[in-house]
């Protein structure tokens, strides 16, 4: 055998050890926030709240919900946070959906903090649908106007369910439009993903507004992602900003947008002040 067809072999061998690797521990890199320990007390947007266990064929997950501050029937936000946090300890800007007069319902990912089953695209998006299906039978809530909304990984949920339940307006900030690229990115082929959240496919089952935030500098979404799914989107509107990833929800002009879109699809009577 020649020295070259041995430097082959090797690096045939190092590649198949690799990719056998990546594809044994990418929920692993997929989902980080299931390493996380829960705070004793929850802060942030949930340090009031109530918890709302959502009820699923794998047992129970966490989620937090806080009421509108107006009584009666209110308008209610779903929550899909990203894949590094927990959903006790999410940022208090979200309580500007509450000024809006909105109630809201931070939901857990399986298999985060004290929930129970394991992180994956299926549970994800069975969490979200059984998360609406309890939802909307509270009597604070009005369930001809519920807003799906998705940050980051949290987007494919929020997709989901807009596309298998009648929600009214979905939001989507930083999502991915696909995950089989970051797949490519790292010299692998797309069909060893578990989980491909294909949110530019399923977001086309959706026939109400969609509101597509990004930041232009994102460095870990790229901001093509935002835009192949504002254009997918039936009724899609992206916005972009001068922000990277994880400080989106914080840069100015974010909370306006989406009062105002809000206010535009008639789910809430006011703007934000």
């Not at 997918?232 to 306006?256: C, E, M, S, T």
């Amino acid at each position: 055998m020649s020295a070259v067809s041995r430097v082959l072999i090797s690096v045939l061998v190092l590649y198949a050890v690799y990719a056998l690797l990546m594809a044994l521990f990418q929920r692993h890199l997929i989902y980080p926030g299931r390493n996380l320990v829960p705070a004793a007390i929850p802060s942030g947007v949930a340090a009031d709240a109530e918890t709302f266990w959502i009820i699923t064929s794998f047992g129970k997950v966490e989620g937090r919900f806080i009421p509108a501050r107006r009584t009666g029937a209110q308008p209610a936000v779903i929550y899909f946070h990203g894949n590094g946090e927990l959903v006790d300890e999410l940022s208090p800007e979200l309580d500007q959906l509450r000024r809006l007069g909105c109630g809201l319902l931070l939901v857990e990912y399986p298999g985060y903090g004290r929930s129970s089953g394991r992180p994956h695209q299926r549970s994800l998006d069975e969490t979200a649908l059984a998360a609406y299906d309890m939802l909307v039978q509270r009597s604070e809530v009005d369930p001809s106007r519920i807003v799906s909304f998705g940050f980051s990984l949290g987007s494919g949920p929020a997709v989901t369910l807009a596309a298998k339940r009648p929600i009214r307006a979905l939001i989507l900030a930083a999502p991915p439009a696909s995950l089989r690229p970051f797949a490519h990115k790292r010299l692998l082929p797309a069909l060893l993903l578990h989980d491909t959240f294909d949110n530019v496919d399923v977001i086309r089952d959706y026939a109400g507004p969609t509101l597509v935030l990004h930041g232009r500098h994102d460095s870990i979404m790229p901001f093509a992602n935002g835009q192949q799914m504002a254009v997918a989107a039936r009724h899609g509107q992206l916005i972009p900003f001068d922000a990277d990833h994880n400080d989106l929800l914080g840069v100015a002009g974010v909370w306006r947008a989406i009062s105002e879109f809000l206010q535009k699809e008639k789910i809430v009577s006011r703007q934000m002040p």
